[in-house]
């Protein structure tokens, strides 16, 4: 990385590197830029515990140099739905969203509580001027998603990730972020990969978020938010339970009434996992007296074996086609989009200048026209001589193009920190550690390494 401050240009490969300099210009309160493209895009420091991060401007990822870690596409289609429901401070780096549902709710014995009941999240049309934006749970987890990186792929990812890693970087995205007043962090429990050394582990933590969630009597029942790999659904009487991959003894109890608005609208994504895809739950749930976790409502994210969500068969196909042909791009997340709406299925940041690839699976002749400025190329799944993806230019050309110094950068970006499953106590230990860890947290502060 390369960063302009007060006419001087610092180097190194992070900014765990530049600590001194990155503090007198925090302090200074100096303008940053970033000199990965000619447009010397924007950057601000946020001061994490007692780490000066550098991150980029709101709204400027795409001035950047795809081989940038600052870099996004244009196009955020499902997040850019949200418009004002997020905000970025940029003293701290810390993002605030504005949630559509209660964290609490009237309690349900003997009498209806009609307070907060099934209010479902508002559909997203994909008009950026819907009038009062918010985030359901299907977005607070895209935007977990985005911020931990897992919509983003490099060949060198290749059999890196699991969902050790996955729940520890969603965990510290998760930290970063306020909903009505609090840390996310504080209202979710998100469950580590369970091994057979870490299983008291999880059950301590587990029961620590019961905890949280223990009502005072006559108060309104608490809620929180749990997120685990989604293990099945299964009946036992008349109560449905919702299984959970790493908590096997922590299922979610819901009542056929709710069971059925569930199967409805979730029914590809449930069917997904039957025949065998990866999915990824996150759940508010509430507390019975007993310790059981009661229902209250659901998201479910269909992702690859890679981690990387995909939206249907064709989309799928792409990205394997992307993942087997080595390519490196980022897979545009729909939030809660339409499925109607159709938004890039991948963009290649491995070309020339970042492609967006739309799917056109139709049958017709009609040729599909993707609305949008940006440069785009259709991928048709069901024309053999429609399935060939632009080509990539070597990462040596455009390092060339820019700087000796982005290839280092690069390197390290690839380089996911998390070989070993993540279950200490401290998995903050874990990070620190490894100075590799940085690059992959870019967009989320990385951990001091004293901590
Ligand atoms: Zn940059």
């Not at 870099?71 to 004002?84: A, F, I, R, T």
């Not at 006559?218 to 989604?230: M, R």
């Not at 709406?341 to 940041?349: A, D, E, N």
């Not at 048709?380 to 050309?397: F, H, V, W, Y």
Request: with cysteine; hydrophobic share 35%; charged share 30%.
């Amino acid at each position: 990385m390369r960063i302009e401050v007060d006419s001087v240009i610092l180097e190194a490969d992070n900014d765990k590197e530049i600590q001194e300099p990155l503090k007198n210009a925090y302090e200074g309160r100096k303008d940053l830029f970033c000199l990965c493209s000619l447009g010397r895009p924007r950057l601000y420091l946020a001061k994490v515990e007692d780490t000066y991060v550098s991150k980029r401007w709101p709204h400027t990822g795409h001035e950047h140099d795809p081989s940038c870690d600052h870099y996004e596409p244009k196009l955020n289609p499902g997040q850019g739905v949200m418009g004002d429901a997020i905000t970025e401070n940029t003293d701290t780096g810390e993002f605030t969203l504005r949630v559509n549902f209660a964290f609490s709710k009237a309690l349900p014995k003997g009498s209806k509580s009609k307070d907060d009941e099934k209010k479902e999240p508002v559909v997203k049309q994909g008009d950026a001027k819907a009038s009062n934006p918010s985030f359901g749970l299907q977005s607070i987890l895209s935007f977990l998603w985005e911020q931990a990186r897992y919509n983003r792929w490099y060949p060198k990812m290749e059999g890196k990730r699991h969902w050790g890693n996955v729940s520890y970087n969603l965990k510290e995205a998760a930290s970063h972020i306020t909903t009505k007043g609090v840390k996310l962090s504080e209202r979710m429990f998100i469950a580590q990969r369970l091994t057979e050394k870490n299983g008291r582990y999880i059950n301590a933590e587990l029961a620590t978020f019961k905890h949280s969630l223990k009502n005072t009597k006559g108060k309104k029942t608490k809620l929180g938010i749990l997120i685990d790999q989604f293990n099945g659904i299964g009946q036992q009487g008349n109560l449905f339970q919702i299984y959970l991959k790493n908590l096997p003894n922590a299922p979610i109890m819901l009542t056929d009434k709710s069971m059925a608005g569930l199967e409805r609208k979730f029914e590809s994504q449930i069917n997904a996992f039957d025949y065998g895809a990866n999915v990824i739950a996150i759940a508010q749930v509430g507390l019975t007296d007993y310790g059981d976790l009661v229902y209250e409502r659901l998201g479910l994210l269909v992702v690859d074996s890679n981690f990387l969500p995909f939206y249907g068969m064709h989309d799928k196909e792409l990205i394997d086609q992307a993942v087997a042909e080595r390519r490196r791009f980022i897979k545009p997340m729909r939030y809660e989009l339409n499925d109607h709406i159709s938004i890039p299925g991948i963009t290649l940041i491995d070309t020339e200048e970042p492609i967006d690839i739309f799917v056109d699976a139709s049958t017709t002749d009609e040729p599909f026209e993707p609305v949008t400025d940006d440069p785009y190329r259709i991928w048709q799944p069901m024309n053999p001589n429609g399935r060939d993806l632009p080509e990539a230019i070597s990462s040596d050309t455009r390092i060339d193009a820019t700087s000796p110094l982005e290839s280092d950068a690069q390197d390290t970006s690839e380089i996911d920190p998390f070989d070993e499953p993540v279950f200490e106590p401290q998995p903050e230990a874990v990070v620190g550690e490894d100075d590799s860890g940085e690059m992959e947290l870019t967009n989320t502060p990385p951990v001091s390494a004293s901590a």
